[in-house]
């Protein structure tokens, strides 16, 4: 009598990482009965960050435990005699730091707003001037927006005004973008002066107004009025 073929049988070790495949997800889907220890797990991924931290060099982690260690001690009520000291004492330990790196990562983002809502007007005016000639990219960042919007709130007029011309050319990209358009709005309805509104509507009807401000286009319709290119157009 012929001979039955068993594929399985010749072929399962070959082609299969597991020969008996249904086993061993019955093995990996039965139940420990354990509950899992939420409090150990998240200790686990705390010191695995540490860790990495500590890989990307001693100096820089340091800084950031003494840094942390300051922001907290000046988040506290009871720091409101001493924060200008802790103020002055962060401002030097992240003298070297590039702010705008800083305000894109979530725990020195928090850093840099409790300096710019805190500190001396001096040390804000400082961090202020770093922080403008990136300033779009930081509004674009998922945390470098708060950033923003606390320089806006708490730098002074001079900053303010600096910040916003220093978004121009960009409006309609941070109009767009998910992180930077509830700030776009917040800067155009407490902060911006009436022809800095008008320059920021003016780059949202057409590219030519990217970096040529006209005070006289106050409306959409004005772009065209006098403008026998755009007549045509």
């Not at 707003?113 to 001096?122: G, R």
């Not at 992180?179 to 800095?196: E, G």
């Amino acid at each position: 009598p012929a001979k039955s073929f068993d594929k399985t049988k010749k072929f399962g070790d070959k082609f299969s990482k597991y020969p008996n495949k249904s086993h061993h997800q019955q093995q990996q889907q039965q139940p420990t009965g354990e509950k899992t220890n939420w409090n150990e797990l998240k200790k686990q991924k705390k010191e695995l960050k540490e860790q990495r931290k500590l890989k990307k060099g001693k100096e820089l982690y340091d800084v950031d435990v003494k840094a942390k260690k300051l922001y907290e001690e000046l988040k506290m009520k009871s720091a409101k005699d001493s924060k200008e000291r802790l103020c002055q004492e962060l401002y030097k330990l992240l003298d070297s730091s590039d702010y705008s790196k800083l305000s894109k990562s979530h725990d020195r983002a928090r850093i840099i707003q409790m300096m710019l809502k805190k500190a001396p007007q001096n040390i804000k005016t400082d961090i202020g001037e770093r922080l403008i000639p990136h300033i779009v990219d930081i509004a674009l960042s998922k945390y470098g927006k708060f950033v923003v919007s606390r320089l806006m709130l708490y730098c002074g007029k001079e900053i303010r005004e600096k910040a916003i011309t220093g978004m121009y050319s960009n409006i309609a990209k941070l109009t767009n973008h998910k992180f930077s358009n509830p700030l776009i709005d917040m800067i155009f309805l407490n902060h911006a002066s009436v022809d800095q509104k008008n320059f920021m509507k003016q780059e949202l009807y057409t590219d030519l107004y990217k970096n040529d401000k006209n005070k006289q286009v106050k409306c959409l319709g004005d772009t065209w009025r006098d403008s026998e290119m755009m007549k045509k157009g």
